[in-house]
């Protein structure tokens, strides 16, 4: 079952791949732009909802203030320097999102740095049975994505997850 999800995120990063991209030198990573902040979301959404329904659980919707939530999150933690899920404030997902206008509970927060892009973190949070619990998780029916992208090119990724 693994494989067929991996498959299916595989096919829609193909998908991804066909829209035009602003060339890049060799082995840096691409600058994020504001410009990629909605393609960057609904790929993400339309992936994430396609591993959900191919397990038969109903799509979640995104969230503007779990956006919110998950991007102010991401630039903390390039200011911590540490992907974990307590703001600078110690202030939790729960509460972040909260804070954002989210009225729902908070299923669960997924983290990622480096430098890979959006699709391939997914790939990768879907690898993990915890990451991928949060994503699967039936009661789920809002779902937030946010990043902070250094001059260095590291990309600091939050994904929220809510009911």
Same mark, same amino acid.
């Given at each position: 079952?693994?494989?067929?999800?991996?498959?299916?995120?595989?096919?829609?990063?193909?998908?991804?791949?066909?829209?035009?991209?602003?060339?890049?030198?060799? +082995?840096? &990573?691409?600058?994020?732009?504001? %410009?990629?902040?909605?393609?960057?979301? /609904?790929?993400? =959404? !339309? #992936?994430?909802?396609?591993?959900?329904?191919?397990?038969?659980?109903?799509?979640?919707?995104?969230?503007?203030?779990?956006?919110?939530?998950?991007?102010?999150?991401?630039?903390?933690?390039?200011?911590?320097?540490?992907?974990?899920?307590?703001?600078?404030?110690?202030?939790?997902?729960?509460?972040?999102?909260?804070?954002?206008?989210?009225? +729902?509970? &908070?299923?669960?927060?997924?983290? %990622?740095?480096?430098?890979?892009?959006? /699709?391939?973190? =997914? !790939? #990768?949070?879907?690898?993990?049975?915890?990451?991928?619990?949060?994503?699967?998780?039936?009661?789920?029916?809002?779902?937030?994505?946010?990043?902070?992208?250094?001059?260095?090119?590291?990309?600091?990724?939050?994904?929220?997850?809510?009911?």
């Amino acid at each position: 079952m693994l494989r067929a999800i991996v498959a299916v995120v595989l096919g829609l990063s193909l998908l991804a791949g066909c829209a035009p991209r602003q060339t890049q030198p060799e +082995g840096t &990573v691409p600058r994020l732009t504001e %410009a990629d902040a909605s393609p960057i979301r /609904l790929r993400h =959404l !339309e #992936s994430v909802n396609a591993v959900r329904v191919q397990r038969g659980l109903q799509p979640v919707q995104m969230s503007a203030q779990l956006n919110a939530a998950a991007a102010t999150h991401a630039r903390d933690m390039a200011v911590q320097r540490r992907a974990w899920h307590f703001g600078s404030d110690l202030t939790s997902p729960r509460e972040r999102a909260f804070r954002a206008g989210y009225l +729902g509970e &908070v299923v669960g927060e997924n983290l %990622a740095e480096g430098a890979d892009m959006d /699709l391939a973190v =997914l !790939e #990768s949070w879907l690898g993990f049975d915890d990451t991928r619990r949060i994503i699967l998780d039936p009661a789920a029916r809002g779902l937030g994505l946010g990043w902070f992208q250094e001059p260095s090119g590291k990309i600091w990724w939050v994904q929220l997850v809510g009911r």
